[in-house]
């Protein structure tokens, strides 16, 4: 079993094309999302370096870091649910950074496929499935016991949750209401704001000390 430091980690997917995205994330998301959405890759790219899972690192940051873009103002969507819009924003943008059309297509699957949680099949799409995975330690706290308490820990202080709660349920919420066949829309009748209440990465012993 492979485990690498968070430097480590980070380092592995910066390129170009990442700090493109990175920009572009950072321009359009507040801080809570911005980090959450780094969080996603940290845990994905950790459990994938982990359990040796061959996968993308610049495919997986990217994607990481526009999984939720469909969320925000300037690219939401009337017609669609935000994970088909925000993997669509990510294809323009991999488009623009010259990416070959076969691996700019990737985008949208992975950014579509991570509401769908555990099913995404690893041997089919080692990316997608990282993703998802991700994404539920994030929302839910699912899969957090595959990290030591240390580096939770560590984590967190690196990018904070700050008001990531608050804000994604708010999101949620806005869009089940607008969007009543939507993956958000299901997840407030499953009672959301109870699970995420509930995530282990929020237990007060893992947070930075105030101030930091």
């Given at each position: 079993m492979t485990r690498m430091t968070l430097d480590d980690l980070m380092v592995s997917s910066e390129t170009a094309v990442s700090g493109a995205a990175l920009e572009m994330a950072t321009a359009y998301f507040s801080s809570a999302m911005l980090n959450h959405s780094l969080r996603v890759y940290v845990w994905a790219a950790a459990h994938g370096t982990s359990q040796n899972i061959h996968f993308d690192p610049e495919l997986l940051f990217v994607a990481s870091l526009f999984h939720d873009i469909g969320?925000?103002?300037?690219?939401?969507?009337?017609?669609?649910?935000?994970e088909e819009a925000g993997g669509q924003v990510a294809r323009v943008f991999a488009a623009g950074a010259g990416w070959p059309a076969e691996r700019r297509e990737r985008l949208p699957e992975l950014i579509s496929r991570h509401v769908l949680g555990d099913s995404v099949d690893l041997s089919m799409d080692p990316e997608g499935h990282l993703l998802a995975r991700a994404a539920g330690v994030e929302i839910t706290?699912?899969?957090?016991?595959?990290?030591?308490?240390?580096?939770?820990?560590?984590?967190?202080?690196?990018?904070?949750?700050?008001?990531?709660?608050?804000?994604?349920?708010?999101?949620?919420?806005?869009?089940?209401?607008?969007?009543?066949?939507?993956?958000?829309?299901?997840?407030?009748?499953?009672?959301?704001?109870?699970?995420?209440?509930?995530?282990?990465?929020?237990?007060?012993?893992?947070?930075?000390?105030?101030?930091?």
């Open positions: 969320l925000v103002p300037e690219f939401d969507s009337h017609a669609v649910s935000f706290g699912r899969h957090a016991d595959d990290f030591s308490p240390g580096f939770r820990a560590e984590v967190l202080q690196r990018y904070p949750r700050l008001s990531f709660i608050e804000e994604f349920l708010a999101l949620s919420h806005e869009q089940a209401q607008r969007k009543p066949d939507s993956p958000p829309a299901t997840w407030i009748r499953t009672n959301l704001d109870a699970r995420m209440a509930d995530n282990p990465l929020d237990d007060s012993s893992l947070r930075p000390p105030a101030g930091d």
